[in-house]
């Protein structure tokens, strides 16, 4: 059987140790051949490919990115879109699909997976906010990257007795803003779950001052405040109908030097999170998902999503898992709340 394999969404580490898993045990195992699409669903769309054996996989363990590339491509909002992909499928010999992403990417797979497409799943990213699996890999490596930088800003912070603000992804889940905030000590973490009091936010930080010590205070880009709306970049808007945000941050500051009177300045980490080698536990969470989802194309268990459930790998349906986004729970978010200001 000939394989394919793609990478599509926003990268992140891991996404190499997915694809390396998949073809060390399909080949010698199974006897599968791969080949590898490019940039995501443009790569069935359009026809681009890339082998994929053994040597091609070699070193890509600490390696982060993806080498198959990646985009933000919707074939269903191209009028042939779904039919140029099967064709090509076709003309390439590729009798089975293995789709690594989010929840977009993973949209497309399901819905291909209806139309008869022969597709398996594998859950990637930094959000953590896929439903069916309890972490998806290259999470813990973004939670890392933002807790060190936060880390590194409580002490410039209280030498310069600012209020600093990290605004870190996070669209519509604060699973990394959480995370970081409270490995790291943040003084206020604020989530798109819990929509936020701007008056709460400037007294925790004027009681951080009254201890001599400057706050920090970390963001998720979609988090949003009780009397507004998101804060825009601009009005673009991606393949999937996605608004691209920011601008959180910076509207943080601009309150709290015009209520309390104190500095504040804003760290924006962007795509710093998706960046560089993975942490072992994403390495170990790729691979183990990559091993599980050529298991399941030996299987011909079609139209299922590797997941993590505990310390199992499971598959769960594709459909159930991009049915909503999963989104931190407002109870979890009040125990973080305890240590504020």
């Known amino acids: 059987m000939r394989v394919g394999v793609l990478t599509g969404g926003g990268d992140c580490p891991g996404l190499n140790a997915v694809i390396r898993a998949i073809v060390r045990k399909g080949i010698p195992e199974y006897g599968f051949s791969f080949l590898g699409f490019r940039d995501g669903w443009r790569g069935p769309l359009d026809g681009l490919t890339r082998p994929l054996d053994i040597p091609a996989v070699r070193g890509l363990l600490p390696r982060g990115g993806t080498i198959l590339g990646s985009s933000r491509t ?17 003309n390439f010999g590729v009798e089975a699909l293995i789709a690594i992403g989010g929840e977009d990417t993973l ?6 997976h209806e139309v008869g497409v022969n597709v398996v799943g594998v859950p990637k990213t930094i959000d953590n ?14 939670v890392n990257i933002a807790m060190e930088a936060i880390d590194r800003l409580h002490t410039t912070a209280e030498s310069h007795h600012r209020a600093l603000i990290v605004e870190v992804m996070g669209r519509h889940a604060g699973w990394i803003a959480l ?3 409270m490995a790291a ?8 779950e819990v ?10 930080v004027e009681s951080r001052f009254r201890l001599d010590y400057a706050p920090i205070i970390v ?5 949003r405040p009780k009397d507004g709306d998101e804060v825009l970049l601009t009005g673009e808007k991606d393949a999937f109908g996605h608004v691209r945000l920011g601008g959180i941050g910076d509207y943080l500051a601009r309150e709290i030097e015009a209520r309390t009177g104190k500095e504040a300045r804003t760290t924006v980490l962007g795509h710093v999170q998706r960046g560089g080698t993975p942490t072992a536990f994403d390495r170990w969470l790729a691979t183990r998902f990559g091993l599980h989802a050529i298991d399941a194309v030996h299987q011909g268990t079609w139209g299922m999503m590797t997941a993590l459930r505990g310390t199992d790998i499971v598959t769960v349906p594709l ?23």
């Open 74 to 90: 919707n074939p269903f909002a191209i009028e042939d879109g779904v039919d140029r992909i099967r064709t090509n499928l076709m």
């Open 107 to 112: 949209g497309v797979a399901a819905k291909l």
């Open 129 to 142: 906010d896929l439903s069916g699996t309890d972490y998806t890999f290259g999470f813990d490596t973004a």
């Open 179 to 181: 995370h970081s905030g």
């Open 185 to 192: 000590g943040a003084n206020a973490i604020l989530i798109p």
């Open 195 to 204: 929509r936020f009091d701007i008056a709460q936010v400037c007294k925790w």
């Open 219 to 223: 963001v998720a880009e979609g988090a």
């Open 319 to 341: 459909l159930e898992a991009t049915k909503e986004p999963k989104l931190v729970d407002p109870a979890l978010y009040a125990e973080a709340e305890v240590f504020f200001g």
